[in-house]
């Protein structure tokens, strides 16, 4: 089948194959440049994310691990997280989402969430 495919090509001359190399090369230009576009706007996306990390947050790491943060050093890019009691290191990127913003009270945060438990 594919011998047949050259013969054609060599009698018709590389000229009728342009037009169909083109059309594939353009696809396949596209299918690039729209999957780096989108990494880049995700890469922003979660960037926008980290830096809006504070004291007191919940969040949730890649793992699924659910806690509340409780310092950042930006210099070694670690978040320590308050997983009831238990402080665990994590680097920045490892958090996944945050949950609930705090409102700069930690404490404010806990009482709703203790408020939340008591109406169940």
Known sequence: MFNNLFIAAAKTGLSSWIPTILIYVVLI??????????????????????????????????GGLHGVVDSIDTEKKIVTLDVEGVYLPFEQRAIARIIAPTDGDQETNITKNEDKKENK
């Not at 596209?30 to 980290?50: C, H, T, V, Y």
């Open 29 to 62: 230009g596209g299918l690039f440049w729209w999957s780096s576009r989108r990494r880049k706007q995700a890469n922003e996306q979660q960037q926008k994310m980290r830096t809006g990390l504070v004291k007191g947050a919940q969040v949730v790491t890649i």
